[in-house]
């Protein structure tokens, strides 16, 4: 108790411990530096309609906002006590978490080496238990043994396991007959079924998770100020030697036991409620009781396990921390003066997704729905990017947009590093940052691509599913794991010039590729682009404009605070030439060169003006109604209908939307070609759609040469150049000068 009431006053900075009134009074002085009005609306009189105005436009705002960009503009200067004592607290916890995350997956994975050759699709039957093992879990028969031999390193699992089914009985004493279980068991270790190998295993997976422990308790007592109950591991006997036990948890088949999905249902309604109480998971450290139901025998749901218990160890505290500062009197009220709805329409969701890393806003009741949902995004995904070199190359924009926070010569230099030698450059980095390590090299998704393939055994096509779902961003990522890294160095060197320890200065360039690259981390993105999947088909792709309009608005917003506006004018010409015009002119250049130029619209002969038209006004116009998600593709449409080419004019709210209007369009198209007046490129593009989101399966790849040769074919696209028709194969679009000639 007194341990807790010390640490309840407390919170953690840069590894030290700080008194939460000394942090209060660093966030008060900032924000009384920049001006505390003296009420909020409500508070002398009733709310005026444009006060509701007002906190309307407050709250829309907040909801685009980027933390970290707004903790930068709150401080003003580069390490200011927003971003020290809210941000960064919390990001680093959870740089830290996806590290451990790594390492203790790899560790899983591991385990996995000696048994991976006896997980083979097909069933086992048991007469002893009267159970059919394999016609679950993916068809593999040892991958439920396995699991089943987990819950054995303990008494407690073994009772649920093999009492809740049915594998055993109770005897009067109250103990437990395991005859029959040890009858299974003992005929597959004499047929060789069950080897050394799999005890072996079993016991590098019990002490994986134990290794896990220390730091959970570390956090429970900091939380709760002891530590949660163990579970004790039971030594056995096997024909192999002696093996010490251990524990995995025992989860509820929640397709049998549906008092448990019950359970579910109610913590899933919970979750939609969160954002006001941000946590963790804590349900791993909860005294166990006897419930002896069907237990889940299926290891991929170990991964989940480790998952949960590393964002207790990391994120509880950092998160439960920064919500009591942010939560206290003097604090939150100078805040809801400030910025009316940055408490709960920013600060409190950000907190909950940090903790539960978590962009999707579980929905009670419609997970098969949501899933359903989500997969259709990420299939969309694909079919629109995958090998799409035109999107990949639009990403040199970011460099421009670097220079905001990145002195151009820093960035020439790095360059030059970079060129000189890329792999050591791109090591360095890595070792110096986790972000950075994290960001380039996805080792946790593919640990779990790994894992999942050896407990499936999956076929050859669910094998080109996976491989398709992990590249599908493979150009894209090969180019930002080269600019990255550029202006990483940049942003460092300037740093360490600045006189900033090592530290700061990684924090500072870890900051400036976040703002100005992107990041989709939980941590990292917006309230608007989080929230259920449903809602999050309507926001898909929007998280560069997002960034690029988080970091515009702090940028000129530091112009206007600390400069003013005659004062800052030409920084704030600076910001939005490199900031917004430049990047837009750039991606418009780059996207108009892969389509083969906008074409001579007004039909004079002359290509210039038409040139300079699409990349100058067009490209800008487009960017900026980008930023507005939802109403930014009206005004797309809008703004399309003054440029000559109806073939934009057409408004899709989300490229969702649009496959699905291309599946749909697909027996009309197929119609059309049986009688001779079909559209070929048309029609190869939209089934290659149908098969993108019902397979999984890259099919616009393909589409992309085969449908531009079956317009050439069918006479409707002829090519000017032999480069027009390299240009056209690679990208499936035909130039305005070669289409209906």
Do not use: C
Not at 12 to 20: A, K, S
Not at 287 to 298: A, E, Q
């Amino acid at each position: 108790m007194w341990f807790l009431a010390r640490r309840t006053r407390e919170m953690e900075v840069d590894g030290n411990l700080l008194d939460r009134e000394d942090a209060a009074e660093q966030l008060m002085a900032r924000m009384v530096e920049i001006g505390i009005p003296d009420d909020m609306p409500g508070e002398s009189s009733a709310i005026t309609p444009q006060e509701q105005n007002s906190n309307f436009i407050a709250t829309v705002l907040a909801a685009g906002r980027r933390v970290e960009s707004w903790a930068d503009l709150k401080d003003g200067e580069k390490l200011g006590p927003f971003r020290r004592l809210v941000y960064l607290p919390v990001k680093e916890a959870a740089d830290r978490y996806r590290t451990d995350k790594a390492v203790h997956l790899r560790a899983f994975r591991e385990a996995f080496a000696d048994v991976a050759g006896t997980l083979k699709r097909g069933e086992i039957y048991s007469p002893e238990l009267n159970y059919t093992f394999g016609k679950d879990s993916g068809g593999v028969a040892m991958n439920e043994i396995l699991h089943a031999l987990l819950h054995n390193g303990n008494a407690s699992n073994q009772r649920k396991l093999l009492l809740g089914r049915g594998w055993a009985t109770e005897r009067a004493d109250g103990t437990v007959d395991t005859s029959r279980w040890n009858a299974f068991t003992t005929r597959l270790i004499n047929e060789g079924v069950i080897v050394k190998a799999h005890f072996d295993f079993a016991q590098k997976i019990w002490d994986g998770m134990e290794a896990m422990k220390p730091l959970a308790q570390k956090a429970h007592r900091e939380a709760f100020g002891k530590y949660f109950d163990e579970v004790q591991a039971t030594p056995f006997d096997t024909p192999f030697g002696v093996y010490r036990g251990g524990y995995v948890p025992a989860l509820a088949d929640g397709r049998i036991v549906k008092d448990n999905e019950v359970k579910k249902l109610i913590e899933e309604g919970k979750e939609s409620m969160a954002y006001a109480f941000p946590g963790t998971s804590i349900g791993f450290t909860k005294t166990r009781v006897d419930y002896n139901k069907p237990l889940m025998l299926d290891m991929r749901t170990l991964p989940q396990h480790i998952d949960k218990v590393l964002l207790f160890s990391h994120m509880e505290m950092p998160v439960r921390d920064a919500a009591k500062l942010l939560a206290m009197k003097p604090v939150s009220s100078a805040l809801n003066k400030q910025d009316p709805a940055a408490v709960t329409g920013m600060l409190m969701p950000w907190l909950n997704r940090s903790a539960r890393q978590q962009v999707t806003t579980p929905v009670a009741g419609a997970g098969g729905m949501m899933r359903m949902l989500n997969t259709l995004r990420n299939r969309t995904s694909m079919a629109y990017m995958f090998g799409n070199l035109s999107n990949a190359a639009q990403q040199v924009a970011g460099f421009p947009l670097a220079a905001l926070k990145v002195k151009p010569t820093s960035l020439v230099a790095a360059t030059a590093q970079y060129i000189k030698n890329p792999k050591k450059t791109a090591e360095a980095v890595a070792g110096l940052s986790p972000y950075m390590a994290n960001r380039m090299d996805a080792e946790v998704g593919a640990m779990l691509s790994e894992i999942e393939s050896i407990l499936l055994n999956p076929t050859l096509f669910q094998q080109s599913q996976e491989w398709a779902k992990k590249h599908t961003f493979f150009m894209q990522s090969a180019v930002d794991n080269v600019m990255g890294p550029i202006i990483w160095m940049g942003a460092y060197n300037d740093a360490l010039a600045e006189k900033y320890d090592v530290a700061d200065a990684v924090r500072l360039a870890d900051s400036t590729v976040r703002q100005t690259q992107g990041s989709t981390l939980p941590e990292d993105v917006s309230r608007i682009e989080t929230g259920p999947a449903y809602a999050r088909i309507f926001t898909q792709f929007y998280g560069y404009f997002n960034m690029q309009a988080n970091v515009l608005g702090t940028e000129l917003g530091k112009v206007t605070k600390e400069m003013g506006l005659r004062k800052g004018m030409g920084r704030g010409l600076f910001v939005l030439v490199m900031g917004f015009y430049a990047p837009a002119v750039i991606a418009e250049l780059v996207s108009q060169l892969f389509k083969g130029g906008p074409g001579d619209e007004d039909k004079d002969g002359e290509w210039l003006d038409d040139w300079l038209m699409a990349t100058l006004v067009y490209g800008p116009i487009r960017n900026a109604t980008a930023f507005a998600p939802f109403i930014g593709a009206a005004a797309n449409s809008a703004i399309a209908r003054f440029n000559g080419n109806p073939v934009d004019d057409k408004m899709s709210m989300a490229p969702v939307v649009g496959a699905i209007e291309g599946v749909a369009g697909v027996p009309f198209d197929l119609y059309k070609a049986a009688i001779g007046e079909g559209n070929a490129q048309r029609t190869v593009k939209d089934v290659a759609t149908l098969v993108s989101v019902t397979t999984g399966l890259p099919a616009n790849l393909a589409a992309r040469p085969i449908g531009y040769l079956a317009g050439v074919a069918q006479d409707k696209i002829r090519p000017t150049s032999p480069a027009d028709t390299v240009r056209g194969a690679v990208t499936g679009s035909a130039s305005p000068e070669s289409r209906g000639r």
